[in-house]
């Protein structure tokens, strides 16, 4: 079971700030779409590409409920 990963929100300008800085080269921009190429492969507690948001569009699911709540507010687009 994966509990630590970020999760990228609507707000994402795909600047791809958070692409040159990912330690494990985890992160790429594919048809204009900021991905993540494995949840699996990011470092448990690894912010980096989070902190180096200038959009604040990176959050991290943890397992809590809290966690899932600050990664999809601002993400919903349907009102």
């Given at each position: ?50 902190e ?24 919903c687009h349907?009102?």
């Open positions: 079971m994966i509990d630590w990963y970020p999760i990228i929100k609507g707000n994402c300008n795909k600047c791809g700030k958070c692409i040159e800085v990912c330690p494990v080269d985890n992160m790429a921009l594919i048809s204009n779409q900021l991905v993540i190429i494995d949840g699996m492969k990011c470092p448990e507690n690894c912010n980096i590409c989070s180096s948001c200038p959009q604040d569009a990176i959050s991290y699911y943890d397992g809590t409920e809290e966690s899932i709540l600050t990664a999809f507010s601002g993400s349907c009102h």
